[in-house]
Nanobody
Framework: QVQLVESGGGLVQAGDSLRLSCAAS????????MGWFRQAPGKEREFVAA???????YYADSTKGRFTISRDNAKDTVYLQMNKMKPEDTAVYYC????????????????WGQGTQVTVSS
């Protein structure tokens, strides 16, 4: 089992920055690829970014160039730095973990956090 706890969400204005954190516990964090997903009201959960166990990042087209995913295996934590935020970034952001390669599909992740709300005002 892996437990994931997100933090860092909040209310920001368009153009601002925010950094989300996801602290993991339970199993060897460095063995897991980690992903960030988001879900806006009335919409399906969508891929935001992922990072492999080796540190290779992947991004959705909508976040590439604005968001940066990173991990600190010594702290068992993955981060999502969000810059130049837009109102359409408003959603609940979820952290997820999967064994093996980083993935962009919701169903391929085994463990999920409870989510943190991010609201971007115009």
């Amino acid at each position: 089992q892996v437990q994931l706890v997100e933090s860092g969400g909040g209310l920001v204005q368009a153009g601002d920055s925010l950094r989300l954190s996801c602290a993991a516990s339970g199993r060897t964090f460095s063995s897991y690829s980690m992903g960030w997903f988001r879900q806006a009201p009335g919409k399906e959960r969508e891929f935001v970014a992922a990072i492999s166990w080796s540190g290779l990042p992947y991004y959705a087209d909508s976040t590439k160039g604005r968001f940066t995913i990173s991990r600190d295996n010594a702290k068992d934590t993955v981060y999502l730095q969000m810059n130049k935020m837009k109102p359409e970034d408003t959603a609940v952001y979820y952290c997820a973990a999967t064994i093996g390669v980083a993935r962009t599909i919701v169903e391929m992740y085994d463990y999920w956090g409870q989510g943190t709300q991010v609201t971007v005002s115009s």
